[in-house]
Protein backbone atom coordinates (compact mmCIF):
# COMPACT_ATOMS: atom_id res chain seq x y z
CA UNK A 1 0.00 0.00 0.00
CA UNK A 2 1.48 3.35 -0.71
CA UNK A 3 1.77 6.22 2.03
CA UNK A 4 -1.09 8.10 0.26
CA UNK A 5 -3.11 5.05 -0.08
CA UNK A 6 -2.09 5.02 3.86
CA UNK A 7 -3.17 8.79 4.46
CA UNK A 8 -6.49 7.90 2.45
CA UNK A 9 -7.47 5.20 4.91
CA UNK A 10 -6.80 6.72 8.02
CA UNK A 11 -8.41 9.93 7.25
CA UNK A 12 -11.17 8.54 5.98
CA UNK A 13 -11.77 6.13 8.96
CA UNK A 14 -11.03 9.38 11.52
CA UNK A 15 -12.74 12.03 10.18
CA UNK A 16 -15.61 10.62 7.59
CA UNK A 17 -14.74 13.99 5.00
CA UNK A 18 -16.92 15.23 2.76
CA UNK A 19 -13.75 16.05 0.68
CA UNK A 20 -10.28 14.16 0.59
CA UNK A 21 -7.58 16.01 -1.54
CA UNK A 22 -4.10 14.22 -1.08
CA UNK A 23 -1.14 15.39 -3.04
CA UNK A 24 2.16 13.43 -3.29
CA UNK A 25 4.39 17.14 -3.49
CA UNK A 26 7.64 15.12 -3.01
CA UNK A 27 9.24 15.51 -6.56
CA UNK A 28 9.10 19.48 -6.21
CA UNK A 29 11.52 19.06 -2.39
CA UNK A 30 13.83 16.55 -4.93
CA UNK A 31 17.42 17.27 -3.14
CA UNK A 32 15.96 19.12 -0.08
CA UNK A 33 15.52 17.38 3.06
CA UNK A 34 13.66 14.10 4.26
CA UNK A 35 13.40 13.69 0.41
CA UNK A 36 13.68 10.04 -0.64
CA UNK A 37 13.92 8.27 -4.05
CA UNK A 38 10.88 7.07 -4.89
CA UNK A 39 8.98 10.13 -3.24
CA UNK A 40 5.96 9.66 -1.23
CA UNK A 41 8.17 12.03 1.57
CA UNK A 42 5.91 15.76 1.02
CA UNK A 43 2.11 15.75 0.75
CA UNK A 44 -0.44 18.73 1.02
CA UNK A 45 -3.59 17.48 2.20
CA UNK A 46 -6.64 19.05 2.04
CA UNK A 47 -9.87 17.65 4.12
CA UNK A 48 -13.14 18.94 4.98
CA UNK A 49 -15.12 17.18 7.46
CA UNK A 50 -17.79 18.17 10.17
CA UNK A 51 -14.85 16.60 12.91
CA UNK A 52 -13.39 19.79 12.62
CA UNK A 53 -16.65 22.12 13.60
CA UNK A 54 -15.59 24.18 16.86
CA UNK A 55 -11.75 23.65 16.37
CA UNK A 56 -9.40 25.85 15.73
CA UNK A 57 -6.72 25.39 13.13
CA UNK A 58 -4.18 24.25 15.22
CA UNK A 59 -6.53 21.63 17.25
CA UNK A 60 -7.86 20.96 13.63
CA UNK A 61 -4.05 19.75 12.76
CA UNK A 62 -3.18 18.37 16.37
CA UNK A 63 -6.25 15.79 15.05
CA UNK A 64 -5.08 14.82 11.56
CA UNK A 65 -0.74 14.18 12.93
CA UNK A 66 -2.50 12.25 15.58
CA UNK A 67 -4.18 10.02 13.01
CA UNK A 68 -1.30 9.89 11.07
CA UNK A 69 1.40 9.51 14.02
CA UNK A 70 2.66 6.06 12.91
CA UNK A 71 3.58 7.89 9.44
CA UNK A 72 5.10 10.99 10.30
CA UNK A 73 8.41 11.53 10.78
CA UNK A 74 8.87 8.42 8.54
CA UNK A 75 8.05 7.94 5.81
CA UNK A 76 6.22 11.16 5.59
CA UNK A 77 8.75 14.18 6.08
CA UNK A 78 6.54 17.19 5.09
CA UNK A 79 2.51 17.36 5.44
CA UNK A 80 1.20 20.51 4.44
CA UNK A 81 -2.83 20.47 5.77
CA UNK A 82 -5.76 22.60 4.45
CA UNK A 83 -8.62 21.94 6.87
CA UNK A 84 -11.92 23.02 6.77
CA UNK A 85 -15.89 22.49 8.07
CA UNK A 86 -18.16 22.06 5.82
CA UNK A 87 -19.60 25.60 6.29
CA UNK A 88 -15.74 26.95 5.10
CA UNK A 89 -15.24 25.02 2.36
CA UNK A 90 -18.73 26.57 0.81
Known sequence: MSVAEKIREKLEKA?????LEIVDDSARHKGHAGH??????????TIVSAAFNG???????????AALREE???PIHALALKTLTP????
Open 15 to 19: FEPLL
Open 36 to 45: QSGGETHFNV
Open 55 to 65: CTRVERHRLVT
Open 72 to 74: IGN
Open 87 to 90: DEAR
